[in-house]
């Protein structure tokens, strides 16, 4: 199978592999059939951490139990979606996202995961159709108190859901995602 192949001469060559795997169906929550096939191949495969995209939404954090390089047990974590970064899109959960910080540790001559964490983000998508939108990034936790001055009540409850979406989200898999503090 030439994607074994590919992931072992990865392995040769790399401390740590990750693959970003471009997979899942558009405005699911959760991951399918199809991408936990393919992330138990990854982990089966000695991958390191698995990164997904597509679905346009946020979906779960999983550690997955496979081999290393040496025979012995690893996991491998697998974040199957990290939603929309900058997209017009403004559908229930395709208006943000998360940013995914994964901090590497030495150990034993073993490069491994040491901890994780996300920054939640909210496209905030101003202006009008006929003059032209403008679109900006926002970490949540930065408005979470205090909303920008030009707010609406409208977009902070917008921003809000989708920061409790994000959230609630990454907390129903099995690896426990810890908000990055600022």
């Known amino acids: 199978d030439k994607a074994a192949r590919d ?3 990865a392995r040769a060559q790399a401390d740590f592999v990750i693959v970003f795997a471009h997979w899942g169906e558009e405005g699911e929550f959760s991951p399918n059939d199809y991408q936990r096939g393919w992330a138990e191949f990854f982990a089966a495969q000695n991958v390191d ?23 012995e047990a690893q996991r491998t974590l697998c974040v199957y979606s990290l939603g ?17 910080q994964l901090a590497l540790k030495e150990d034993e001559g073993r490069i491994a995961v040491d901890s994780f964490s996300f920054v ?19 970490p949540v936790s930065r408005y979470r108190e205090t909303p920008l ?34």
């Open 7 to 9: 992931l072992e001469n």
């Open 120 to 138: 939640s983000t909210w496209v905030w998508r101003t202006g009008t159709e006929r003059a032209g939108y403008t679109y900006s990034v926002l």
């Open 49 to 71: 951490a698995v990164i997904g995209g597509h679905p346009h939404v946020v979906q779960r954090a999983d550690w997955l139990e496979g081999t290393n390089q040496f025979g």
């Open 84 to 100: 929309n970064f900058l997209s017009g899109q403004r559908q229930n959960g395709r208006d943000g996202g998360v940013i995914f």
């Open 149 to 182: 001055k030009d707010m609406t009540q409208r977009d902070r409850t917008a921003m809000l859901e989708c920061d409790r979406r994000n959230r609630q989200t990454l907390a129903s898999g099995s690896a426990i995602v810890e908000e990055l503090s600022e």
